[in-house]
């Protein structure tokens, strides 16, 4: 059964909103027309965007094309909403009901609704207003990547492998391309207003021009090793006074590049992350662990990062090719499904919101839920600081090929693993299609 079937349910209508059984009549006639409005949507193309062009408009700001960006924002992030929510009127009503993919649907319909209504951006005052209702929708979809990981987890036995990973795919593709177009059009808001006091040569709204490889993996590694417990507090406490992994960075160190530094940090955190990891456990006697190895390359028109571990490989009895790490269905990754993963995912949700912030944002929450965990530690705490709920990997994937990048992994069973990430250097390529 599809989800347009749910309207004629009482309770919980299609289009998220309650309604009584009484109501419910004319409610299903309002279904029917926003249905239609959603088409009218739904049936426009996505405009996308290279980061080229992103940084080439906002390189000469001023206020007539600040305006003009605020409006493309609000013109064209309903267009990519309603082509999702059309995605997840497609799927199983078995999944679609599940509670946690329909608060996702709900907040779609809400915030498909909020843009639409939005009225015209004309002055510099009303874009800071844009800019505030932008900051408070970005807030509210933060629990959007937990709720939607755990419901598909709990419906991958409704659906084939193909159709849920593109699915998901598609989803967190959509959702990184609506946040980048909100954050750059608030940080040249904030540039252009003087608010956001950093050189205006270092970036152009969230793109960072001259992107230093080598000092955001130096970053990454140095903030790891500081906190071993955070990477794996089962592992920290048996191995109490080891020494973590050193990080070796080789090759073309004075590499500078236009990224995003948010989804760049986001994906060397994640592979080193996993990297010390797998390292430090497949060398538990040794005092010292074998370094990892990160060789940066400056290709004519890609960036390669190479991490290389000798953590002992990828491989078990539940991954039996690396791209099935990669992979939201427990037919290819049969982790999906473990009891302890997914009570971790539900711990996410419950008690720590979303998951990808930045680094700096995301040890802030270490901080802090280790500050929470010490106060509540005579109480009845079961959570796990840390739940390792096997996202990073499926994020760094999809952040890679956002705009036309690669990832690979190669494991060298017994040995270690070579992950191979490559980003397009010139930032031609447009946003995957998927937006
Ligand atoms: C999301 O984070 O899922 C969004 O769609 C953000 C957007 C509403 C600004």
């Not at 649907?105 to 004309?122: G, M, Q, V």
């Not at 002055?123 to 939607?148: G, K, S, Y």
């Not at 270490?366 to 009845?380: D, Y």
């Not at 390792?388 to 499926?394: K, M, S, T, V």
Request: one cysteine or more; aromatic letters at 8%; charged letters at 25%.
């Amino acid at each position: 059964m599809r989800l347009s079937a749910l309207a004629r349910r009482p309770g919980k209508l299609w289009d998220g909103h309650s309604c009584s059984r009484r109501a419910l009549t004319s409610a299903a006639n309002t279904s029917f027309y926003r249905n239609r409005l959603l088409e009218t949507y739904a049936d426009k193309p996505t405009s996308r965007l290279s980061l080229r062009q992103l940084v080439f408009y906002g390189r000469a700001m001023n206020e007539d094309r600040l305006i003009k960006s605020a409006n493309y924002v609000r013109t064209e992030l309903p267009v990519r909403i309603a082509h999702r929510i059309r995605n997840m009127q497609s799927l199983p009503y078995v999944v679609v009901t599940n509670d946690e993919v329909a608060k996702v649907y709900e907040l779609y319909w809400k915030a498909f609704d909020r843009f639409r209504t939005y009225p015209t951006i004309t002055t510099l005052a009303e874009n800071d207003a844009f800019c505030q209702f932008l900051h408070e929708l970005l807030d509210e979809h933060l629990p959007v990547i937990p709720h939607l990981f755990l419901g598909l987890s709990l419906a991958s036995p409704y659906m084939e492998p193909e159709v849920l990973d593109s699915f998901m795919r598609r989803m967190l593709v959509s959702r990184i391309s609506r946040r980048v177009l909100a954050q750059h059009h608030i940080a040249l808001s904030d540039s252009l207003a003087g608010r956001d006091g950093e050189s205006p040569e270092d970036h152009v709204g969230i793109i960072y021009t001259q992107l230093n490889a080598r000092e955001s993996v130096e970053k990454c590694a140095s903030i790891l090793r500081q906190r071993p417990h955070d990477i794996d507090a089962d592992a920290a406490q048996e191995l109490k006074s080891a020494t973590w992994p050193e990080v070796i960075v080789d090759g073309h160190l004075e590499t500078r590049f236009s990224y995003i530094k948010e989804h760049f940090e986001y994906m060397v955190f994640e592979l080193l992350k996993n990297s010390m990891r797998f390292t430090r456990l497949h060398h538990r006697d040794a005092d010292i662990p074998p370094p990892i190895r990160v060789t940066v390359v400056a290709g004519t028109n890609d960036i390669h990062i190479r991490i290389s571990d000798q953590g002992g490989g990828l491989l078990t009895t539940d991954i039996r090719q690396p791209t099935d790490l990669f992979s939201f269905s427990h037919t290819r990754n049969a982790t999906r499904m473990a009891s302890t993963r997914l009570q971790s995912l539900r711990d996410v949700v419950e008690y720590q919101g979303g998951v990808n912030a930045t680094i700096e944002e995301q040890v802030q929450r270490w901080k802090r839920l280790a500050e929470i965990k010490s106060e509540e530690a005579s109480k009845n705490w079961r959570q796990d600081i840390h739940p390792r709920i096997g996202l990073g990997l499926p994020m760094s994937n999809v952040f890679a090929r956002y705009f036309g990048g690669e990832l690979e992994l190669v494991s060298l069973d017994g040995w270690g693993t070579d992950v191979y990430l490559r980003l397009p250097k010139l930032g031609t390529n447009l946003e995957g299609i998927e937006v």
